[in-house]
């Protein structure tokens, strides 16, 4: 028993025991300063992975080739019965097509009449997706696209479909899109007959949930949801997905993108929405000639901004 | 003769961080995007632990430092405090790891567990603490259950494929050190 309790106080000696201390504290002081100033760490944590991860992007592809080829794999072994799924689904498509062709051009009428410009700036980036979180705790893939393809923070991003995410940490040659399904992303969101407005809140299943609806009542499940545009965080009207009722009776969302396989995502340029901040300009002249008249049309004006109206179409 | 042990060491240590480097890029591929109800044991603790309790030489604490920190910047997890109490739990494996040897394997596996439930309670204690948004309780639950119950598996395997057995009593390497 001495020589054993000898040996063990020869192993861990004292200074050992302070630098692990120190290593520690070290460690603890950076969690801390994250937890503080949060955003230098997280620009910190995007230059790693910006180094790291497309490093290892020679291995990937094939491992992720292999993984997928086994996958399909699988799906051939299923074709008769996928094959008559499909025909039975490309009858419904072409009726859909056909209403979907008279709108379209009912549309363009419409369109005409109205004098609609639409938004010229609503152009895209597409990447590839190189990465996921690695963890379950976690929802979010990395893209092969970056700051050197111009992508910003906070740029809403969409596979063919519907909306998948945002971005949220840009590296020189990869950004993280943070998907919808994680605990922590919250999209403000229209119901689209209704015209409700509700905050989209991940909470890690593949059917988020739906948070602050006004009026239950007046959501059935099927209901389209889009995004609101509120706050200037997305553009107005992307698809998210369809309303469905959980097995927890909370109106969930049944997302249109396809989180079976996120490959190629598409990274919106968002341009910053145009603020109209100063309304009483809208009504009487920015300079007027004398300053007295300026405070009445201004009070007008401000219980309710001009050119923001309620969403309700 | 003081070569080769060191090689051995030297050997150990870049077997450990290649075995966590690969688990680490297994995890980043792109196969899974969807959330799962359940979590997946946490491999590269696993190993960490197995080989601090069999074979503290070969996993010095710097490694396990930058393994972890590695860890967390890449699976976006809070920098730092998971690797500090990952770090903590080896120092105590490590002093334990002379009286760990002699014990039958379920009582080696119990105080593995215990720890393994120590620092993931004190791990979502100090996130709460500080207000950080956490994942669903049953994620953490299922992955820390499956991550203990996985632990035979990893010892076995570190030890049929690597080597990594627990020293009998005295003995000794080449250099004729008591391990």
């Known amino acids: ?313 | 003769m003081a070569e080769a042990s060191r090689r051995r060491i030297w050997l150990g240590r870049g077997i450990y961080a290649f075995l966590c480097a690969g688990i680490m890029f297994l995890h980043l591929l792109p196969m899974e995007t969807m959330p799962r109800r359940w979590g997946s044991p946490d491999f590269v603790l696993l190993i960490t632990l197995a080989w601090a309790a069999r074979r503290p030489d070969h996993v010095p604490a710097l490694l396990i430092a930058t393994v972890f920190l590695l860890s967390d910047m890449l699976f976006h997890r809070p920098p730092g405090l998971w690797t500090a109490l990952v770090l903590i739990l080896t120092e105590v494996l490590r002093t334990r790891a002379r009286s760990l040897r002699v014990v039958p394997f379920p009582l080696e596996w119990l105080g593995i567990a215990a720890g393994i439930v120590a620092i993931t309670l004190a791990y979502r204690v100090v996130l709460s603490l500080t207000v950080v948004p956490q994942a669903p309780l049953g994620l953490t639950l299922t992955q820390m259950m499956l991550t203990i119950l996985a632990y035979p598996l990893v010892a076995l395997l570190s030890f049929l494929l690597f080597g990594v057995s627990r020293p009998a009593q005295g003995e000794i390497d080449s250099l004729g050190n008591r391990l």
């Open chain 1, 1 to 313: 028993m001495a020589r054993d309790r000898n040996a063990q106080e020869d192993f861990v000696s004292p200074v050992r025991r302070l630098l692990i201390g120190v290593l520690v504290l070290l460690l603890l002081g950076l969690f801390l300063l994250w937890r503080i100033d949060s955003p230098r760490v997280e620009r910190v944590r995007a230059e790693i992975i910006d180094r790291v991860v497309p490093s290892f992007e020679w291995a990937m592809a094939p491992v992720t080739g292999l993984a997928n080829l086994v996958s399909d794999f699988q799906s051939y072994q299923r074709l008769a019965e996928q094959n008559r799924d499909l025909r039975r689904e490309l009858q419904d498509m072409k009726a859909w097509r056909e209403a979907a062709l008279q709108l379209e051009q009912e549309n363009a009428v419409l369109r005409d009449l109205n004098n609609v410009r639409l938004d010229p700036e609503l152009t895209w980036v597409t990447g590839v997706v190189l990465a996921d979180s690695g963890s379950p705790f976690r929802q979010s893939v990395l893209l092969n696209v970056g700051a050197r393809d111009g992508i910003l923070d906070g740029w809403p991003v969409m596979d063919g479909i519907g909306l998948a995410g945002r971005i949220s940490g840009v590296g020189q040659d990869s950004s993280r899109v943070l998907l919808l399904t994680d605990t922590s992303s919250r999209i403000p969101v229209t119901i689209q007959p209704s015209g409700q407005r509700a905050i989209l809140a991940g909470d890690n299943t593949i059917a988020p949930p739906l948070d602050f609806i006004e009026d239950p009542d007046s959501i059935r499940p099927g209901d389209r949801v889009v995004t609101s545009g509120d706050g200037g965080l997305f553009p107005a009207d992307i698809l998210v997905g369809q309303v469905v009722r959980g097995t927890d009776r909370r109106l969930r969302l049944r997302l249109a993108a396809d989180f079976e396989r996120l490959e190629f995502l598409r990274v919106l340029r968002s341009q910053q929405a145009e603020r109209i901040d100063a309304t009483g300009a809208l009504i009487a002249p920015v300079t007027p000639p004398d300053p007295e008249p300026q405070s009445a049309p201004a009070e007008i004006a401000e219980d309710r901004p001009v050119g923001d109206g309620p969403g309700d179409g």
